[in-house]
């Protein structure tokens, strides 16, 4: 009875640790894409729109939440004189992290492997 508990317990941490990195990956790819679409908006193109959307990628890291991206993203538009404001930026982070959660499902298919089997529907 103890090891199907710990097992249970392992798979719980397990799932948990997947789940966390998926949504990590997607958080970061929303990002990106965040960034390429304030690119294309501040007219910077090709090698340097990747090279801003990195940036955006790295302002992530500065604290949790979403706001230091948009403190960056809306400080970049200002600095340019280019006026969309705050609520336009959210909602082009909401829509990319739906474009996102599709583009990280699309690469790790089964992120578990072929060794685990399915449970449910």
């Known amino acids: 009875m103890a ?3 710990n097992e249970r317990e392992k798979s719980f ?12 990956k997607a958080q970061s790819r929303r990002n990106k894409l965040v960034g390429l679409w304030a690119a294309e ?17 790295m302002a992530d890291l500065e604290e ?13 538009f200002s600095e340019r004189n280019i006026e969309i404001d705050e609520n336009d930026i959210r909602a082009e982070m909401d829509k990319q992290m739906q474009v996102a959660v599709k583009q990280i499902s699309g690469d790790y298919p089964n992120p578990l492997g072929d060794d685990h089997e399915k449970v449910g529907d």
């Open 3 to 5: 090891d199907t508990f």
């Open 13 to 24: 941490e397990a799932k948990q640790k997947l789940d966390d990195e998926l949504q990590f």
């Open 64 to 76: 949790p939440g979403i706001e230091d991206v948009i403190r960056k993203v809306v400080a970049d």
């Open 41 to 57: 908006k501040l007219g910077i193109t090709d090698a340097d729109a990747d090279a801003y959307a990195k940036t955006v990628v």
